[in-house]
Structure formats: C-alpha cells, structure tokens
C-alpha cells in the first residue's frame, strides 16, 4: 500500500476561488519521462505520479473518496484509431478522506487473468454498493475482440473483486456507469463510439459494419447515436430490461445531429442528482468537451445545457461528478506527466452549480 502526498498549496487557492497488449505496469516513471515544471499552467496537479491512471470513476462509500480508474501502460500494440494501444490489463483502487487530502493506493484488484471471458482491454470501470456488497463494473475485448461489460464482487471498496464468469447478458460496448437513484433503483449508463463499438450496433443488435473508425455512424444531418440506459436486476449481476437508447436534444427539443461535434455523445457518460434533475454529462470524444444535458427521470430525454469542462492536454477527456459533503467535484484525466496521449494521469478540481442550475464551465488549463 502506497502513500502519494501530490497536492500543491494552490489547490487550495482554486477551491477558494471555485466557490465563488503488454501487461506490464509502467513503475519508473521518472526515468522514462522527462518532469517539467510546468504545474502553473494546470488548474489541477496529478493525484498519482509513479504511473499512469485515467477514466476516474470517483464515488463516496462511507464517509471516504474511493477513485476506480483506468491502468495506463506502455504498450507494443501500434497505435490506431481504434484505440489498440490503450492496452490497459488490470484495475488498482485508490481512496482519500478529502479531495485535497493524501491519495492511498490500494494495490491491484483485478487483472484480465481474473476474468474467465475476457482476452485485452480493460477501459474505463466504475463501481457501485448495495447492502454493504460492492460491485467492479468493466469493459473488455472477449476472444472474438467484441467490447462487453463484467462486473466483479467484493466485500469491501477496494476488494479484492472476484469477477463473474460471463458478461452480463446483452451488454456491448465500453465504459459503464452505475447511478445509484434516491429511490434505491440502480441504473447503468453505457456504450461509446469508434473504438469503443457503439456505431456498430442498432437497437442492441450487432452488425460488423467494416473497419473504419466511422463505419456505421449516421449520417451528419441525422440524429446522432446516444449512450445506453437500462436498470440493473436486483443483485447488481444482470439488467432488469431491454437497453435503452437515451435521446439527448438541443434547446428547440430536436435531437442533436451526428454533425453536431462541439454537443452530441461520443462515451463516457455519467449520471449525477442535483435538485431533484438528472444531469447526463459525457465526452464529445473528437471535440474533447464534458458537455452536460439535464432530464426529469433516468431515462431522458436529456436536454444539452453546455460544458463543464473544456478540452484536457491529451485527446481523451473523461470524468465523474461526485459530491462531497456538501461539495461538489469533477475526477478527470489529462497527460501532464507523459505528454502520450495513452499514458495519462488523474485530477481533481471543484464543481459549481449555479443558482440557476447550470454548472460553471472549468477551465484545466490556464
């Protein structure tokens, strides 16, 4: 068990002012990177710099921050446009008592060794609890390189996590995100486009529709794809339902185009509660935005509001929203340490809602 002290005392400052495949992990950082200093330029400061995270699913589980992100590591995979060289192969955990406290990294949790189904690629993961269980949701590449979605079982937030030996059944595509609703209902929001297959599927139905990054998206005058929604069973294991996919419209109540690529979806999508609204934020993925739309149920529609955070240094930018008490902040990534844009590292910073509202656009870089 690690101890990083990787905050700095203008963390503080901003928080003030906010309120108004190779399966070998990367260890020598500082040998194969070049540190600059270069920290007045970021609004925020790696949270783990002996190797590379990204993808931070950030929640709350007993009064403690425990961070599930994506292991970022070298890989001698070439590099495509369908992500082959995000070679991740395993999860740590990582938990803080604050957002500006010690960061504590709890060791790895799971491996794709552990995973009876799965062959490469570990993206983005997320977890949730019920009845003092708790759940490690996952993409990964089965043997026939398709991207579906396991969920791991432990007994405590930073396991171990002991995984299911299928998928769940209907699952496709990449990085789940499991909204705990007031009601006690739990939700999974999930797919992502290019690498991460959801162009290739209609209506939950799989059609190999060629190779390219762009094969099987809709035309740029018509509707664009959205992220998926359906309810998870009672023990957390299956969905309740038929996947849904969420519709998300611009300010006139049409929905926003696939040419629409400072607005429309491209992954990782999350679901926060604010003020009894549902807010659906995500990845324009190409145009780098976390852009945000808010709805009256869990399903949508969801109407496009604008961004919460501009684009990252990198060419991924993929978030969570949690609050903690009584606070709100946004986990994100971007590749301060490496400058490669597969080998990333995790952040903080403080999330405004405004009285109306809207959330106050974040600026990561000064």
């Known amino acids: 068990m690690k101890n990083h002290l990787n905050y700095l005392p203008a963390y503080f400052a901003l928080f003030a002012m906010a309120s108004c495949g190779s399966p070998t992990e990367t ?45 970022d590591v070298e890989s001698d995979v070439p590099e495509d446009d369908l992500g082959a060289h995000f070679n991740m192969m395993d999860y740590h955990v990582y938990s803080m008592d604050s957002p500006s406290g010690t960061i504590t990294d709890h060791g790895k949790v799971l491996g794709a060794e552990d995973v009876p189904w799965a062959k490469r690629q570990l993206w983005a993961p997320d977890a ?23 969920v791991a079982v432990g007994e405590s937030p930073i396991g171990p996590f002991t995984a299911q030996p299928e998928p769940i059944k209907g699952s496709y595509s990449i990085d789940p995100a499991v909204f705990a609703d007031s009601d006690g209902s739990y939700y999974m929001y999930f797919g992502g486009i290019w690498g991460g297959q959801l162009q290739k599927y209609r209506n939950n139905k799989f059609d190999d529709k060629g190779a390219a990054p762009t094969d099987g998206l809709p035309a740029d005058d018509e509707p664009a794809l959205g992220p998926i929604v359906a309810k998870m069973s009672a023990d957390m294991l299956q969905f309740a339902e038929t996947p849904k996919e969420i519709k998300i419209l611009d300010e006139n109540g049409n929905p926003l185009l696939n040419g629409d690529n400072d607005r429309r979806f491209f992954e990782a999508a999350w679901i926060h509660k604010y003020q009894d609204k549902y807010y ?11 852009a945000y739309a808010t709805g009256d149920n869990p399903y949508g529609p969801f109407t496009y509001q604008g961004v919460v955070l501009n684009p990252v240094e990198g060419w991924t930018n993929h978030h969570s929203i949690v609050e903690v008490d009584g606070n709100w902040f946004i986990y994100y990534h971007d590749t301060q340490l490496s400058g490669k844009t597969h080998l990333r590292n995790i952040k903080v910073a403080p999330l405004q809602h405004l009285e109306d509202g809207s959330i106050q656009t974040i600026n990561p870089i000064k």
């Open 128 to 150: 949730a609890e019920k009845d003092g269980k708790y759940y490690l949701y996952f993409p990964a590449k089965d043997e026939k390189d398709i991207f579906k979605i396991g």
């Open 280 to 290: 659906l934020s995500y990845s324009t993925g190409d145009t780098h935005f976390i």
């Open 27 to 71: 260890t020598e950082v500082s040998e194969e990177v070049e540190m600059q200093d270069t920290s007045s330029k970021y609004l925020s400061e790696p949270l783990i710099s002996d190797h590379f995270t990204a993808d931070p699913s950030a929640h709350v589980f007993d009064g403690k921050i425990y961070i599930y992100p994506s292991h």
